[in-house]
C-alpha cells in the first residue's frame, strides 16, 4: 500500500498545467468500441480507471497503446477493429462502474452484451435504471440476471427518451447507443455537464450527428457506420478546481494552466464569496488565496451548479474558515465519509443526513488518516497541506484514480508531500 506524508502550514505558489478530464476521457473510450477505424485520445491523463478502461477493451479484443506526440502530450491509441467479445469480464466491471459505460456501444456494434452489475462504492448504491430504461426505450431487450445483466437489440431505432434525473452516465450511454440507431433520438432532461460537449464532439469526430449537448435535449440522427478520430479531451475541471482550493487553503498564489474557466464558475465564484482574489484569462486562472477563507454555503447540483465532485474538496476548505458553514449534498447518498477523518485532525464537522455543518477551526492538526474515495482522498490531502504538523493519508490508490500526479503537483507548488509504499 502506498500512502502520503505531509508538512503542512507552506503557502503554494508557481505555475502547474492541468491534465485531461478523467470523465471525459472514460466515455470516449468506450465510444471506440463503436468506430470501424484507430481512434487517438490526446491529453488522456495516467489514471487507474484509464488503465482499466484500456484493460476491459484489451480483453475485449482490442488494441490500446499510450504514447506521447511530438509536442510531448499523452495519448492513447485504440484500434477496435479487431474487437470480437461483447462480455465484460466480472473482476474489471467490479473495480471500476464506470464499465456501464459500455453497455451502448457493445449493443450499437454487436447487438448484444454481458455485463455483471457495477458496483455500488463509497458514495452511494449507483443504480442503473436510468441507463436501462433508456437502452431499453431505444429497443434493447435487457434481462437482468442474478447479479448479471444480458441485453440484446437486433437493430436499434431512435425514440424519445426523458430522463427523470440529468444523469451523466445515463445521457452518455444513451448517445453511445443512438449513434448507430436507425432514425433520430432525442435526450430531454439531459445532463449538462462539460464532458457531454466533449462527448459529443467526439462522437461527431467520427462521424455521428449529435446536436444539443450541453443543453436539456440531445438529438441524435443515426447514422450507418462511424470512422476514427484524432481528438484533444478538454482539460479536467474538478482537478482545476481541486488546485484552486488548495492555492486558497494555504494562503498561496497559484497559476492553474490549461484549464477552462468557464468550466469552473461556479467554484470560482465561491472562491470569491470566500476571499480569495481570482483572474480569469483564457486558459488560465490566477488564485491569490486569503489570509484566512470566510465561511460560507454550499449546495451541490447538476452543472453548472456547484459540482458534487468538488464537495469533499469545499468541506476541507471550511474546516479552516472563519464561522459556520452549511454543505448540502443533492447528488449522491453518501459522500461526506471524509468528515470523521477530518474530525481527527480537529475539523468541527456536525452530519444531518445530506447536510454537514462545518464549525471552522483556526488549525487543524495532522494525523494518520484514509481515504476512502477519490474526491475524499482529495479533501484530506488538501487539510494536510493547511495543518500544523505532519498527516498521512492512506488509500493514495483512490487518489490514483482520479488525479495524475497529485503529490508531483503539489511538490511542484512547494508542498513538503511524499509518497512513501508501505509494507504491510
Ligand atoms: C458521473 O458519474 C461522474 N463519473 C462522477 O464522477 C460524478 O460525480 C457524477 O457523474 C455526477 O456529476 C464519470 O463521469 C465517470 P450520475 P455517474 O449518473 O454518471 C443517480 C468522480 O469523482 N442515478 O450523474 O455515475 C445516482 O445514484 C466521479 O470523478 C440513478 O438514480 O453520475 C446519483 O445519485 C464520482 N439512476 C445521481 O443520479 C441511474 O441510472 C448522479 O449520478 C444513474 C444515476
Do not use: W
Amino acid at each position: 500500500m502506498e500512502k502520503y506524508v505531509i508538512t503542512g502550514r507552506r503557502k503554494l505558489s508557481g505555475t502547474i498545467r492541468m491534465s485531461g478530464a478523467k470523465n471525459a476521457v472514460l466515455p470516449m473510450l468506450a465510444s471506440t468500441v463503436l468506430a470501424g477505424e484507430p481512434c487517438r485520445i490526446i491529453d488522456s491523463p495516467r489514471l487507474r480507471d484509464v488503465q482499466v478502461m484500456s484493460d476491459i477493451l484489451s480483453q475485449l479484443g482490442s488494441v490500446v497503446r499510450r504514447y506521447e506526440t511530438d509536442d510531448g502530450r499523452k495519448a492513447l491509441l485504440v484500434d477496435t477493429t479487431s474487437m470480437a467479445e461483447y462480455e465484460v469480464p466480472e473482476p474489471l466491471m467490479r473495480e471500476m462502474r464506470s464499465s456501464i459505460f459500455l453497455m451502448g456501444p457493445l449493443l450499437g456494434r454487436f447487438g448484444k452484451v454481458r455485463l455483471s452489475y457495477p458496483g455500488g462504492c463509497a458514495i452511494g448504491p449507483r443504480p442503473i435504471d436510468l441507463h436501462l430504461r433508456g437502452l431499453r426505450s431505444l429497443g434493447a431487450v435487457i434481462r437482468e440476471m442474478h447479479g448479471y445483466i444480458l441485453a440484446e437489440a437486433r437493430d436499434l431505432k431512435g425514440s424519445e427518451i426523458h430522463l427523470d434525473f440529468p444523469s451523466v452516465g445515463a445521457t452518455e450511454n444513451i448517445m453511445m447507443a443512438a449513434v448507430l440507431a436507425t432514425g433520430s433520438t432525442a435526450i430531454r432532461n439531459a445532463a449538462k455537464e462539460p464532458e457531454i460537449i466533449d462527448m459529443q464532439n467526439f462522437l461527431n469526430g467520427m462521424g455521428a450527428r449529435i446536436r444539443g449537448a450541453g443543453t436539456d435535449v440531445i438529438r441524435i440522427d443515426g447514422v450507418k457506420r462511424l470512422s476514427g478520430v484524432d481528438y484533444h479531451v478538454i482539460p479536467d475541471r474538478i482537478e482545476t478546481g481541486t488546485f484552486m482550493i488548495a492555492a486558497a487553503m494555504t494562503g498561496g498564489e497559484v497559476c492553474i494552466e490549461n484549464c477552462i474557466p468557464e468550466h469552473v464558475e461556479s467554484v470560482t465564484a465561491k472562491l470569491r464569496e470566500v476571499g480569495a482574489e481570482i483572474k480569469e484569462e483564457k486558459d488560465r486562472i490566477l488564485v491569490r488565496g486569503p489570509s484566512r477563507p470566510r465561511a460560507v454555503d454550499f449546495k451541490t447540483l447538476p452543472y453548472p451548479g456547484f459540482p458534487t465532485d468538488m464537495q469533499p474538496q469545499a468541506m476541507a476548505l471550511m474546516c479552516v474558515a472563519d464561522g459556520i458553514s452549511v454543505i448540502t449534498e443533492t447528488i449522491f447518498e453518501s459522500r461526506f465519509n471524509q468528515a470523521e477523518e477530518l474530525r481527527r485532525m480537529g475539523a468541527g464537522i456536525k452530519i444531518e443526513g445530506r447536510t454537514a455543518v462545518v464549525r471552522g477551526v483556526e488549525t487543524l492538526f495532522g494525523a494518520t488518516v484514509e481515504a476512502y474515495d477519490l474526491r475524499g482522498g482529495a479533501s484530506l490531502t488538501l487539510a494536510g497541506l493547511a495543518a500544523e504538523g505532519i498527516t498521512t493519508i492512506e488509500g493514495v490508490q483512490h487518489m490514483d484514480r482520479g488525479y495524475d500526479g497529485l503529490d508531483r503537483k503539489l511538490a511542484a507548488l512547494g508542498a513538503c508531500i511524499e509518497r512513501i509504499r508501505e509494507d504491510r
